[in-house]
């Protein structure tokens, strides 16, 4: 029996005419290492058969979060693995501008197609899907520029990917419950959401105080989970 976002997930393929029951078909899921992308990955890896490409991108910017992420990858991906085999890839970005002096230095969704959509030239177009965790409150002008950056990488190519986004269906006030759920508290466990964390003798420790902790500490208070998991 799947749940919300799996049926969600194999009608999106289905109307892009992608079976989700072809073993040959191969695509994408972008991975972040936060509880969206792992719940993406989870809900993917069980609603179809696809040979799947896991790839992280190591953003290297002024927030100082790439290592903060790799920190918890490892965890993930084994649990990740008990579902069933995906293959792994990796790529960096750098742009290390003052966010005090530059407001404006570039989209995580916009990189991320970029280093997606070149990857998937690397493996010689063979990738019919690229996967991403954005939702419905991900801003028009964010996702024009991001989908404009995949269509020129693609430009005078006779094969382009899909961009499937299974959360922008997911109602917007009920949708990190249904994330956080469909991965229960033992992978909420593994992941962090904290924009702002600290590093202190190598050891990073959450802020307890941006947007992204407030709507986890939200989320976790309403399923009644414990409060160790906002992080």
Known sequence: MHNEIQRKTRKLLSSRYLDPDNKKIKTMIMYSGGADSLSLAKNILESTSHKIFLH?????????????QLDVLEKQLHFLRKIREFEFIQSTTEMKISSQKFKYVGLDLTTSLFMGGRSC?????????????????????????????????????????????????LDQSSAKLKIYES?????????????????????????????????????????????????
Request: glycine fraction near 6%; aromatic fraction near 10%.
């Open 56 to 68: 992280h991108v190591i953003l290297k910017n002024f927030e100082e979060r790439d290592q903060f």
């Open 183 to 231: 991965i229960g508290e033992d992978g909420l466990a593994l992941t962090v959401s904290c924009r702002a964390p600290s590093k202190t003798n190598g050891v990073f420790k959450s802020c307890k105080k941006c947007h992204a902790c407030k709507t986890r500490e939200k989320a976790v208070k309403t399923l009644g989970w414990d409060m160790s998991l906002v992080k």
């Open 121 to 169: 030239l690397a493996l010689k177009n063979q990738i019919s899907a690229i996967y991403t965790g954005h939702l419905l409150a991900t801003s028009a002008p964010e996702l024009f520029e991001g989908i404009s950056v995949l269509n020129a990488l693609f430009t005078n190519k006779r094969f382009k990917p899909n961009w499937i986004l299974p959360f922008r269906s």
